[in-house]
């Protein structure tokens, strides 16, 4: 298996519901056993101190609906001792709170105290919040750790930000994987001397510091894999256009949130933040030790991996969601852990013992075919290496098993008795005129390709061979 791959949204959280409140009800994946130690945590260092501990236990995410996630967050225990600290400040104590910051919610409270925010004098039909009664000031002040961290930029920051498109090649436009590659050779081979300059959520996107010295450009891009020093000759050549979509300053936003009296909507606030966002994410992305999911969710890799075993060829990583709030007077970085289910990283005989006690019954290839449906391999049977050594990873994606209605289409079908017959009982049509060349490695498939090998005593017209036979005659 090519390293850690999404399984996709299962379930609605990894944990139990909470600490020691009962029996350990798990709400996920392990409904009943409580929470997998991926989810284990320190308790109780959230909490004001005062020997209470907190209220529960790590709840988990909701998962399969975006990023509305974390329920609660690390709630501790209910009672007893009050655990290792989650976090502690640098330079020791409770930091006072940044007084530019609070007196801005000073004078929110002193609007609310005088009456203005209940009376009709600021309503208007824009109004995009309902109007806050009051303010508690009275009691004792709580403090609150909280999962931001203030975001510093330049204060007169500007971002540019440019629109790529990759054209449509043969009525198809690439997406996914082969789309950020593309994008990763854009960024190399054109853009080189910006590297610390550049940003790009690698799909429609980039962000610069410096502006680009062109209206509108298109660059032709030679595909090649990441290990590889130059394309293959049969490597395809796209089109790449990059145009620019505007500008956007950050001393703007910032002044809007630092005054009390904002008045209308700051207008392209939301495209300074998704800018922003940009930024935040574009590192992570360009990290291979780093599987990142969708705009921001990263999950490391390797020795810094924190993963569980679910079995059946599954495997929990926990990482971390990133993303640039909005709040009084500055930005923050809101930073969560989240946990996802994977395809764990074995071969793939490994991994299909790993699932032999979970496919049982008359229906264990229709379950087998859809569980590796879309599962991206890295083949092995053919080694190719750089000029440094390096072996050059090739990944696959795994359509789905042998089956009977593959190649319908075609002149001559590949003929495959049931669902996930073997190589031996596969056949597929070779073309008599391909002449053998059995030094070199041979491409076959279910879908009826033509292959370069000449079947001995076979018809000129060509004949059916099986996957078997054509890779035995070929070594």
């Known amino acids: 298996m090519s390293g850690q791959q999404p399984r996709g949204p299962r379930g609605r959280g990894g944990g139990d519901r909470g600490g020691d409140r009962g029996s350990q009800r798990g709400r996920g994946f392990d409904r009943g056993r409580g929470q997998h130690p991926i989810f284990d945590v320190p308790s109780g260092g959230r909490g004001r101190g005062d020997g209470r501990g907190d209220r529960g236990g790590y709840r988990g995410d909701r998962g399969g609906r975006g990023d509305r996630g974390d329920r609660g967050g ?42 203005k925010e209940l009376s009709l004098e600021p309503l208007s039909i824009s109004q995009e919040f309902p109007l806050r009664p009051a303010f508690g000031t009275q009691g004792r002040p709580v403090l609150l750790w909280a999962n931001y961290f203030e975001m510093v930029s330049n204060s007169n920051l500007t971002l540019h930000r440019y629109k790529v ?19 990763e050779l854009l960024l190399e081979e054109q853009f080189g001397n910006m590297k610390n300059q550049i940003a790009t959520d690698y799909k429609a996107t980039l962000v610069c510091k410096t502006a680009l010295k062109y209206d509108q450009e298109v660059f032709s891009i030679r595909y090649r894999l990441e290990d590889e020093d130059e394309p293959s000759p049969r490597a395809r050549t796209y089109q790449i256009r990059v145009m620019p979509v505007g500008s956007v300053d950050v001393a703007p936003l910032l002044q809007y949130l630092s005054s009390p009296r904002a008045g209308e909507p700051l207008a392209g ?33 390797g020795r810094g991996a924190e993963a569980y075993d679910l079995s059946g060829g599954l ?4 990482g971390f969601f990133v993303s640039v709030r909005a ?27 790993s699932l032999a006690g979970n496919l049982r019954g008359p229906t ?23 000029k440094s050594g390096q072996v050059i990873t090739r990944i696959k994606t795994i359509e789905g098993l042998a089956h009977q209605g593959d190649g319908r289409n075609l002149p001559h079908p590949p003929q495959v008795p049931w669902l996930g017959a073997g190589p031996k009982d596969v056949k597929f049509f070779l073309d008599g005129s391909a002449a053998p060349t059995g030094d070199q490695g041979k491409k076959s498939g279910k879908k009826g390709k033509k292959g ?24």
């Not at 498109?165 to 994008?183: A, H, Y």
């Not at 007077?329 to 013992?353: E, F, G, H, W």
């Not at 264990?364 to 750089?386: E, Y």
């Open 74 to 115: 690390f709630r501790g225990g209910r009672g007893g001792f009050r655990g290792p600290e989650v976090f502690s400040p640098a330079t020791g104590g409770i930091p006072a709170p940044d007084p530019k910051v609070k007196k801005v919610e000073d004078s929110y409270k002193g609007t609310a105290s005088s009456g």
């Open 165 to 183: 498109e990759v054209l449509e090649q043969d009525g198809k436009t690439p997406t996914g994987k082969k789309l950020k590659r593309i994008i």
């Open 269 to 301: 606030k939301e495209e300074i933040i998704q800018a922003l966002n940009i930024v935040f994410g574009h590192h992570p992305k360009t990290n291979r030790d780093l599987l990142s999911i969708g705009a921001n969710k990263h999950f490391p890799l």
């Open 315 to 318: 495997t929990a990583l926990r």
């Open 327 to 353: 709040a009084t007077s500055r930005l923050l970085v809101n930073i969560q852990v989240k946990a996802t289910p994977c395809y764990s990283s074995l071969s793939l005989p490994d991994m299909l013992n």
């Open 364 to 386: 264990r290839m229709h379950k087998l075919n859809r569980f590796l449906k879309r599962v991206r391999v890295s083949v092995t049977h053919i080694v190719r290496k750089n």
């Open 452 to 475: 370069t090998v000449q079947p001995g005593g076979d018809s000129p017209t060509g004949s059916y061979i099986s996957v078997y036979d054509y890779f035995k005659r070929s070594k």
